[in-house]
T-cell receptor, first 109, second 114 residues
């Protein structure tokens, strides 16, 4: 079967750095996405990785290791508005997105 | 404003009733998707359409049907609603199914089946 694993919940302090991990086992791989979802709202796109390495976009970075089936999302200079769920999704061999259950990130002052 | 809309925002439905959730996008995207999101579970794909006139089954298609008569609209129908279909339903679209094409999501429909 196909599986995406992420921690259920994480807590961090405003101004700090947090790393959210995602491990996956899928039938084929055609890219990995990270989305942000605030409570009661729709998911919104954050990043896309298809090759190994780090993609940086402002305060957010995403890393991929295809050989390890592993990705992480790094959030720097945390702000209260970063309190949200972060969803990891892998596009499988059939070009369908397989979604993790999401990591709820709580930011404390 | 370009985007994707869903209707209704929320609905309470008696079991056994028929219900159609509406989804419209104005981005001229080729691909559209219907997901359900339940607490503790990831988004699960119900049905998808890679282009107008075609549809396909996702991970959890039973009890649901879709149609794609044109590029913009992708309605989801529950023929006879059951309580296990209580969920938040998201419609999404993307320019294509490959590359770095992200999926854009509608605001969701919160459905309660009693």
């Amino acid at each position: 079967g196909q599986n995406i694993d992420q921690p259920t919940e994480m807590t961090a302090t405003e101004g700090a750095i947090v790393q959210i991990n995602c491990t996956y086992q899928t039938s084929g791989f055609n890219g990995l996405f990270w989305y942000q979802q605030h409570a009661g709202e729709a998911p919104t796109f954050l990043s896309y990785n298809v090759l190994d390495g780090l993609e940086e976009k402002g305060r957010f970075s995403s890393f991929l290791s295809r050989s390890k089936g592993y990705s992480y999302l790094l959030l720097k200079e945390l702000q209260m508005k970063d309190s949200a769920s972060y969803l990891c999704a892998v596009r499988d061999g059939n070009y369908q997105l397989i979604w993790g259950a999401g990591t709820k990130l709580i930011i404390k002052p | 404003i370009a985007g994707i809309t869903q209707a209704p925002t929320s609905q309470i439905l008696a079991a056994g009733r028929r219900m159609t959730l509406r989804c419209t996008q104005d981005m001229r995207h080729n691909a559209m998707y219907w997901y359900r999101q339940d607490l503790g579970l990831g988004l699960r794909l119900i049905h998808y359409s890679n282009t107008a006139g075609t549809t396909g089954k996702g991970e959890v298609p039973d009890g649901y049907s879709v149609s794609r008569a044109n590029t913009d609209d992708f309605p989801l129908t529950l023929a006879s609603a059951v309580p296990s279909q209580t969920s938040v339903y998201f419609c999404a679209s993307s320019d294509s199914t490959g590359g770095d094409n992200e999926q854009f999501f509608g605001p969701g429909t919160r459905l309660t089946v009693l």
